[in-house]
């Protein structure tokens, strides 16, 4: 009898410690409001900025920009509000009443997140989506261009080809990508041989850290600036504007794709490829992209690869460059296709050329789906016993495929140090893995496979450490425990994204955001004590 009103008055006890903190949430939900709506800017309405969780607009919001279906129907907590800033004041406001109520902040500008690190979170958070802040200014006589971090790369490039058919920006090919995260984790597209990546081309940013502070790059001091230009702004406040440095691009570009079966000699052209790729003129992008196809002569399954080019110049310009380093690609003028600088981002984007530049002002993406994506560096040309295992892991898997981007040109002139992003010199190409999935029930099946083809790969591309790209964030790698590790914890991952520059990183966190309110699963680390990182 004693035992059984034992267990009744423990279950009373906890039945009202959960009502106790349940109204204690509720209760800091409602201060949260109020100091939000305290320190609004009130020209327009308030239901417009911030929806909760009943708000009927809630959901679509929330879901309007996740590509990603892994993390739609997960049991990871929601946000508790959605902020959509139209200023840098909405900003501000949901920061300081955040960090005043403790809870956490994610920050979403296009939603093409691997993780879903942008808009999930392991404890109570308020998601700030930046879609708002869209407006771009592109300054012709300077070069130069104010972005909104909210603004995808496609609105991007129509709002300099409005201004000029002779000036581009190096950034991605998949137009809803958001400024904010391409920008923020490096940034790389078909011209960043010639012209660096999309972060070596900032020249200014704007952003809020965690004491509300509205900041340029005069005012954060070089290191933060430093450390926003691929080391992750999620890690370090929340970057609402950027200003770039536009490139000069030639009237005429000219692009080919030529695609190749192991039976018509894949195997061999990939192997002169993986030898070449990186030693091509800056001028010339010839990427790789590995797949399964059906064959054409017997209706197996094979492999195939396809060779894709972008060259800034004519083709009668390009035919005798790749006569002289790839002929046996076979490469004729009936494969070119020549174009305006804009209408090869409408082709590498998925479009025709001919094809209104409006679809590029769409924030729908032609993509949406289950996925899971990985990458590695590559140092050495993959031997022939490597690329035939390899392609029998993929045959296992017919929605699996292998991007291989080369780098040389412009990436092996830059230091490694210079930015954050440390994959430049040594590397000659990088291969992104995808799989892709139509049913949330396959989803740890594809799991386990691409696991198992990134184990297989290890003996073919970079150690010590085996270097990653942040902006194909992966998880595998390692994640801090709620936001809260230690450096050498957080290094598992942080050495693979990258490598010595996580120190310095780790020493501009520590400086500048000690408190480190902004954090999530693969944050830059505070330093716990003073200690020689040499």
Not at 444 to 468: D, F, G, H, I, T
Request: hydrophobic share 35%; glycine share 8%; charged share 20%.
């Amino acid at each position: 009898m004693e035992r059984s009103n034992f267990r009744m008055r423990r279950l009373l006890l906890l039945l009202l410690v959960s009502l106790a903190q349940s109204a204690n949430s509720s209760s800091a939900h409602e201060m949260f409001l109020q100091c939000f709506s305290s320190h609004m800017q009130h020209s327009r309405s308030y239901s417009e900025v911030i929806l909760t969780k009943n708000s009927s607009a809630y959901s679509s919001v929330l879901q309007s920009s996740i590509r990603n279906f892994r993390f739609l129907n997960t049991s990871t907590l929601k946000p508790q509000f959605i902020i959509t800033p139209f200023n840098e004041f909405e900003i501000q406001a949901a920061i300081v009443c955040a960090k005043k109520y403790d809870m956490q902040i994610r920050v979403r500008s296009g939603g093409h997140d691997y993780e879903g690190l942008s808009f999930l979170s392991y404890q109570e958070f308020v998601l700030i989506d930046l879609a708002e802040l869209s407006s771009i200014s592109v300054d012709i006589e300077s070069e130069t261009a104010w972005i909104g971090a909210g603004a995808s790369i496609g609105e991007l490039y129509y709002r300099i080809a409005e201004k000029s058919k002779v000036h581009g920006f190096p950034a991605g090919s998949c137009p809803t990508v958001g400024v904010g995260g391409h920008f923020s984790g490096g940034g790389l597209g078909t011209i960043f041989r010639k012209y660096g990546l999309a972060a070596d081309n900032v020249i200014d940013a704007r952003i809020v850290d965690a004491n509300g502070r509205i900041l340029d790059r005069e005012s954060t001091g070089e290191d933060l600036f430093w450390a926003i230009q691929g080391g992750g702004g999620a890690s370090f406040g929340v970057v609402f504007s950027w200003k770039v440095r536009l490139v000069s691009v030639p009237p005429t570009v000219t692009v080919f794709n030529i695609e190749k079966t192991l039976q018509q000699g894949a195997s061999n052209l990939l192997h002169k490829w993986q030898n070449i790729g990186d030693k091509l003129h800056e001028d010339l992008f010839l990427h790789a992209t590995i797949a399964v196809a059906t064959s054409s002569s017997n209706g197996n399954k094979t492999i195939q690869v396809s060779f894709a080019s972008l060259f800034l110049g004519r083709a009668e310009e390009l035919l005798p460059v790749m006569q002289d380093s790839f002929p046996e690609l076979g490469l004729t003028r009936e494969n070119c296709s020549e174009m305006s600088w804009i209408q090869s981002v409408l082709y590498y984007g998925g479009f025709s050329p001919s094809d209104s530049l409006d679809v590029l002002l769409s924030r729908t993406a032609q993509f949406k789906g289950f996925f899971k994506g990985k990458s590695d560096y590559v140092k050495e040309p993959i031997p022939e016993t490597g690329l035939e295992g390899l392609y029998k892991r993929l045959l296992e898997e017919e929605t699996s495929m292998l991007i291989l981007t080369p780098y040389g040109g412009r990436m092996s002139e830059i230091s490694d140090s210079e930015t954050p992003f440390p994959h430049r010199n040594g590397n000659i190409f990088e291969i992104q893995y995808i799989i892709t999935w139509d049913v949330e029930e396959e989803t740890e099946k594809n799991l386990k496979w691409m696991r198992k083809l990134y184990a297989y790969m290890a003996p073919y591309v970079s150690n010590s450490p085996r270097a990653a790209y942040l902006n194909y964030r992966d998880l595998d790698l390692g994640r801090n425990n709620h936001g809260n590790t230690s450096f050498a914890k957080a290094s598992v991952w942080g050495f693979k994204y990258f490598k010595n520059n996580f120190k310095r990183l780790a020493r501009v966190k520590t400086a500048t955001e000690p408190s480190n309110f902004f954090r999530n699963e693969q944050s830059i680390p505070v330093l716990q004590r003073k200690r020689n990182l040499k």
